[in-house]
Structure formats: C-alpha cells, structure tokens
C-alpha cells in the first residue's frame, strides 16, 4: 500500500513537471537608451480580455524584465512610465508609452530616446515587424493628426479640423483590407486572432467577411484568450448584421406600435402611404439633441409634401419627463412614441438599433429606401423623393 502509495505521489509529480513544461511563456528584456528622465520602473499593461491586467518591473541600470504565461497566438502589450495614463498627456507626450506585440519566447525590447521608439529582437521580432508594416500607413496617418491637433488652429478653427479628419479617415481607410488580406492568406500566423479581433470592431467589415474570419479562426485547433475574445466579438458582429440586413434599404419595415406621450398607441403602419422617417433618438443623448434641429427645418421643409417623421424615444420610465421636456424645448411637433424601456425598447431592437441617433426611412408603400440619414444627408434624401 505503502509502495502504492509513492508511486501515485510520484505520478503527480511527474504530470505536473510535464504541465509546467508545456504552459506557455514570455520574456521581455527591455534596455531604456538615452531616456531622460530615467524612470525607476516600467508597466506592462495587459489587453481588457486577459485576466491579468498591470505587471511592473524595476528599473536598474536602465534595464528591466518582464515574464508571464501566454498561448501560441501573439497578444498586444503596452508598455507605459505609468499604469494609468491621462489621455490628453499621452496624445501631447508619446513618449510616455508603446505599443508591443510579444508572441512565446524571449524578447529584446529596446527603447531609444522615447518610450514608444522601441525596437524587438529575438521571439517577437516578425511577428511585430509584420504587424507594423499592417500598420504603417495608419500609424503615420495618425502621428500626423496627433501633430496638426497641437496646433493652434486646429482648436480654433473648424475647417482645420474638418479637414485633418478626413486626411486621417482616408489614410487610414486601407486596413481593414490590409488586415483581412493578411489573414486570408496566413490563417495559421500568431497574428490572425489579433488581427480578426481589431476588424471585430470595424463598422466597414461586412457579414460576409465577418463569417469568414469566423470559419478561418475557428479552423485552426489553437485556444488562447485572444482567439476567443475575437470568436466572440465576431460571432456577436454577425448576428448584429443578419438582423440589420432585415432592416436594410429595400427590405419591407417591420410594423410596431407603442404609445404617445399621452398614453395613446401609435402604430407605423397607420402612416402608409406616407414617406416616414423613423426617429430613434433620447433626451439624453448630445448627438440626438445636436441633429434635432436638422431634423425640425426637414419637417417644416417636408411636411406638406407627404412627409411624416415618427419620433421613437429610448428614454427609460425614469426619464418619462425628461422626454416630455426635450420634446418641447427642441420643438418636436411630430408624433412621438416610447415604451419607455431604454435601450430595451421593444421597436429598437426590431430594427437593429445599436447607437443614436438612428434612423429609417420608409416609402409610401412601406419600403425601407434609405437608414441613418444625418445632416445633408437626410436634405438630399428628401429632396431626391419628395420633389
């Protein structure tokens, strides 16, 4: 018994000793070069979806190092003076901070004059050259804003706003494309979860895309935290654009009713025949509030050429008299209904709606011919179909 005993002993042992060898790690030794002033310890700040979130290391001789558990697919890292830096600091100084892509292995971090001036060597090195070659064009696009947003007209002057915005969207329009062309092309690499959980988020990424990255990461037989944030980022985005496509341009628009603010039910068909703008908006939403007054010239505008808009609140039961109040102080004067359910509103999530302002709008014959339609944009719309 006493044999069997040790023998069991010694077969835990020697399982655990074959589990330690095949968990996973990384090291990052890092050197800070000609950094002034030099700090007395470095952070390494985790992505939101690892269960560790801040690890520091002492600063000695202007080196330091870092070392923790990871899968076989890279994750991104920051690496920071501080844990948490203010944001309008870190857009002024960007030398406060960079940005790493670390994979299994030892890794040479090393940081020349700024923090974000880095340099990998060693496990990590192609894994993060290719990574920022992905993202050159985007990464100069927004040093360049960054630049052009401490200038003094860029705070005072809208049209040196307008205008660096738009430099910056069409610089760095070309990622998604870059990112997805990637992936289809290495769906094994360490970088295709990291890359398929930043497209996740990308509002150009349509459903079909979204489905591929979906069969293409969950083909490979890898499990990693990173892996499975974006599966689950991804499977949430095409569910979202299967019921947006029902509620697409040229899709028939679900009836709903609900009631006014005198407690009486509005329906949406009652109004065919009609062009309708379906209005999803709150009292407590700026945007919402900001296009109002857009939203009251169309009305008068259009109105008496065969035009309606439907106000849908997502005020909750709390903010009943809130609604009543903007109502009146924007001068909406157009039917206005509410189940008062927030962002639970029963005709919301019919038509998809993830963000306001949103809004539908529907033919005559109730056909959906046009969705979020904001400043000129919702003028032209009129113009085209009502003149």
Same mark, same amino acid.
């Given at each position: 018994?006493?044999?069997?005993?040790?023998?069991?002993?010694?077969?835990?042992?020697?399982?655990?000793?074959?589990?330690?060898?095949?968990?996973?790690?990384?090291?990052?030794?890092?050197?800070?070069?000609?950094?002034?002033?030099?700090?007395?310890?470095?952070?390494?700040? &985790?992505?939101?979806?690892?269960?560790?979130?801040?690890?520091?290391?002492?600063?000695?001789?202007?080196?330091?190092?870092?070392?923790?558990?990871?899968?076989?697919?890279?994750?991104?890292?920051?690496?920071?003076?501080?844990?948490?830096?203010?944001?309008?600091?870190?857009?002024?100084?960007?030398?406060?901070?960079?940005?790493?892509?670390?994979?299994?292995? $030892?890794?040479?971090?090393?940081?020349?004059?700024?923090? &974000?001036?880095?340099?990998?060597?060693?496990?990590?090195?192609?894994?993060?050259?290719?990574?920022?070659?992905?993202?050159?064009?985007?990464?100069?696009?927004?040093?360049?804003?960054?630049?052009?947003?401490?200038?003094?007209?860029?705070?005072?002057?809208?049209?040196?706003?307008?205008?660096?915005?738009?430099?910056?969207?069409?610089?760095?329009?070309?990622?998604?494309?870059?990112? &997805?062309?990637?992936?289809?092309?290495?769906?094994?690499?360490?970088?295709?979860?990291?890359?398929?959980?930043?497209?996740?988020?990308?509002?150009?990424?349509?459903?079909?895309?979204?489905?591929?990255?979906?069969?293409? !990461?969950?083909?490979?037989?890898?499990?990693?935290?990173?892996?499975?944030?974006?599966?689950?980022?991804? #499977?949430?985005?095409?569910?979202?654009?299967?019921?947006?496509?029902?509620?697409?341009?040229?899709?028939?628009?679900?009836?709903?009713? #609900? @009631?006014?603010?005198?407690? @009486?039910?509005?329906?949406?068909?009652?109004?065919?025949?009609?062009?309708?703008?379906?209005?999803?908006?709150?009292?407590?939403?700026?945007?919402?509030?900001?296009?109002?007054?857009?939203?009251?010239?169309?009305?008068?505008?259009?109105?008496?050429?065969?035009?309606?808009? !439907?106000?849908?609140?997502?005020? @909750?039961?709390?903010?009943?008299?809130?609604?009543?109040?903007?109502?009146?102080?924007?001068?909406?004067?157009?039917?206005?209904?509410?189940?008062?359910?927030?962002?639970?509103?029963?005709?919301?999530?019919?038509?998809?709606?993830?963000?306001?302002?949103?809004?539908?709008?529907?033919?005559?014959?109730? #056909?959906?011919?046009?969705?979020?339609?904001?400043? $000129?944009?919702? @003028?032209?719309?009129?113009?085209?179909?009502?003149?």
């Amino acid at each position: 018994m006493k044999k069997l005993s040790i023998a069991l002993a010694l077969l835990v042992v020697s399982c655990n000793a074959v589990s330690a060898q095949n968990v996973s790690r990384f090291v990052i030794n890092g050197v800070l070069k000609n950094v002034k002033p030099m700090p007395d310890k470095v952070f390494l700040i &985790y992505p939101k979806y690892e269960s560790k979130k801040v690890d520091s290391s002492d600063v000695v001789n202007g080196t330091y190092k870092f070392t923790g558990e990871i899968g076989n697919d890279a994750i991104p890292f920051t690496l920071a003076f501080g844990p948490e830096p203010e944001m309008m600091a870190a857009r002024q100084h960007l030398d406060i901070q960079a940005d790493l892509i670390i994979v299994k292995g $030892e890794t040479n971090v090393v940081s020349d004059g700024f923090m &974000y001036n880095v340099t990998e060597t060693g496990a990590s090195a192609e894994a993060d050259r290719q990574y920022k070659q992905l993202a050159e064009k985007s990464s100069r696009a927004m040093r360049d804003w960054l630049e052009t947003a401490k200038s003094p007209f860029f705070l005072t002057r809208n049209s040196v706003r307008v205008q660096a915005n738009k430099k910056y969207q069409q610089e760095a329009a070309y990622l998604p494309d870059a990112y &997805y062309t990637f992936i289809k092309q290495h769906p094994t690499s360490p970088l295709t979860p990291l890359l398929a959980n930043n497209l996740s988020s990308n509002r150009s990424v349509d459903k079909g895309r979204t489905d591929s990255l979906i069969t293409i !990461l969950s083909s490979v037989n890898e499990k990693s935290t990173i892996r499975t944030e974006a599966l689950t980022k991804l #499977q949430t985005k095409s569910d979202q654009l299967a019921k947006e496509m029902v509620v697409s341009a040229g899709k028939p628009a679900p009836d709903f009713s #609900q @009631n006014d603010v005198n407690g @009486n039910p509005v329906k949406l068909s009652s109004f065919r025949g009609k062009y309708v703008l379906i209005d999803f908006w709150a009292s407590w939403c700026a945007p919402c509030r900001a296009e109002n007054p857009n939203v009251v010239k169309a009305y008068a505008k259009y109105h008496d050429k065969n035009f309606e808009i !439907l106000g849908v609140s997502l005020d @909750n039961e709390s903010a009943k008299n809130a609604w009543n109040e903007a109502i009146k102080k924007d001068g909406l004067i157009w039917p206005q209904v509410s189940d008062l359910k927030g962002w639970k509103n029963e005709a919301a999530k019919l038509y998809a709606v993830t963000g306001i302002p949103q809004n539908f709008l529907i033919d005559p014959k109730g #056909q959906i011919i046009a969705t979020n339609l904001r400043g $000129e944009a919702l @003028n032209k719309a009129l113009e085209k179909y009502l003149n």
